[in-house]
């Protein structure tokens, strides 16, 4: 990073004490807000304001069945960090309605928008829950078993990627590459190996993408793999589309695929 400023002048240590301060801080309200995304999707908070449109603490509570002094602090804090809207701001706090407003819908409960960002929270409440093994690793050299992350991180990842997946698979990847697509369409039926397949979208995007294609994915983690098997068969392409616990560097799975690719878990 350079040591001077935008018009010349050098960076002072106090200068570099305050942006650090500053940067800090604002990741550490950053946080905080992806916390309260979190309680807001889990609790059903969000799907309950755009179905139901503005309510009142009471109004919410009622429909989520959560406690009414905590569906106003969140929503208060909602309001405050531009999430939510107020309609009645000098209303008395039970009965101020709060609205979700349009736009934040779509990113925060669409699950086929390229905008859906709800499942970073839901991340990063997920990669926290392993830190004192992830301190230890530090230590002994030593990995961190991708399991220890728990459900919230195996979701998020999954979600989180899951719209590119279903919009630009089959649109715009897979047809970048003229051969590929061209095998992906004719017969005999392409094999396709999804290695790292997480729970599943990617393989099943690529079938529904190709009808004639025979997917097989592959992981190492047997709940993601649990979870895959249940996304195909709520797609309704475990006819084209199976899932394995294996490594996928078995020899026996040589030679076997038009086309061997790995897309879910190349960020890992």
């Known amino acids: 990073m350079s040591e001077e400023m935008a018009g010349g002048s050098a960076v002072t240590p106090e200068q570099r004490k305050e942006a650090l301060v500053e940067r800090v801080f604002g990741s550490a309200i950053g946080f905080m807000e992806l916390l309260s995304i979190y309680v807001g999707e889990r609790l059903g908070l969000y799907r309950a304001l755009a179905d139901g449109g503005a309510a009142t603490a009471p109004e919410l509570a009622a429909t989520t069945g959560t406690d009414e002094r905590y569906a106003r602090e969140w929503l208060e804090q909602q309001a405050v960090a531009s999430i939510l809207e107020v309609e009645d701001q000098r209303a008395k706090p039970e009965a101020r309605r709060y609205r979700l407003p349009e736009g934040h819908d779509e990113a925060l409960l669409e699950r086929d928008s390229l905008y859906y960002v709800a499942p970073f929270a839901q991340m990063m409440v997920g990669i926290t829950r392993p830190l004192p093994a992830v301190l230890e690793a530090y230590r002994t050299g030593r990995g961190v078993p991708y399991p220890e992350y ?67 994915g592959f992981d190492a983690d047997e709940e993601s793999v649990a979870g895959a098997r249940s996304n195909a068969e709520a797609e309704g392409v475990t006819d084209r589309v199976t899932f394995q616990v294996r490594d996928a560097a078995d020899p026996e799975l040589s030679d076997r695929y038009d086309l061997a690719i790995a897309v879910e878990c190349v960020h890992d």
């Open 150 to 216: 728990g459900e919230d991180m195996r979701h998020g990842i999954a979600y989180g990627n899951r719209p590119m997946f279903v919009n630009l698979m089959g649109s715009e990847w897979l047809p970048s590459v003229p051969d590929v697509h061209e095998r992906l369409q004719a017969d005999p039926p392409a094999r396709v190996a999804d290695i790292g397949c997480g729970t599943g979208w990617s393989s099943i995007a690529i079938a529904r993408a190709y009808p004639k294609a025979r997917v097989n």
